[in-house]
Nanobody, 122 residues
Framework: QVQLKESGGGSVQAGGSLRLSCEAS????????MGWFRQAPGKARAGVAS???????SYIVSVKGRFTISKDNNKNILYLQMNGLRVADTAEYYC????????????????WGQGTPVTVSS
């Protein structure tokens, strides 16, 4: 059973930066698409970024150019570098893993982390 554990969330002022980390208990990065989702208060959980086994990445439009997803295959750690944070980025952020990025982006994810909160103030 794979476990995902996020860390790095916190409170920051608009324009600031945070780096989220997600440590995986098993060696899944070589076989799974990894991604970050977020859920703002009163809204549905939605995908933010993904990184495939071939290192190809995808982002939603609102974070492109500000957020960078990466991973360390040797350490089994997924990252999300968030720069230029906005109030609208306030949410609980979740790490996710699925066999394909196509299914990951539908939200039908095989493995979820427990979440880490990000609060951006003006």
């Amino acid at each position: 059973q794979v476990q995902l554990k996020e860390s790095g969330g916190g409170s920051v002022q608009a324009g600031g930066s945070l780096r989220l980390s997600c440590e995986a208990s098993g060696d899944i990065f070589r076989n799974y698409c990894m991604g970050w989702f977020r859920q703002a208060p009163g809204k549905a959980r939605a995908g933010v970024a993904s990184i495939d086994t071939d290192e190809s990445t995808s982002y939603i439009v609102s974070v492109k150019g500000r957020f960078t997803i990466s991973k360390d295959n040797n350490k089994n750690i997924l990252y999300l570098q968030m720069n230029g944070l906005r109030v609208a980025d306030t949410a609980e952020y979740y790490c996710a893993a699925d066999r394909t990025c196509r299914t990951l982006w539908t939200g039908k994810v095989e493995y979820w982390g427990q979440g880490t909160p990000v609060t951006v103030s003006s």
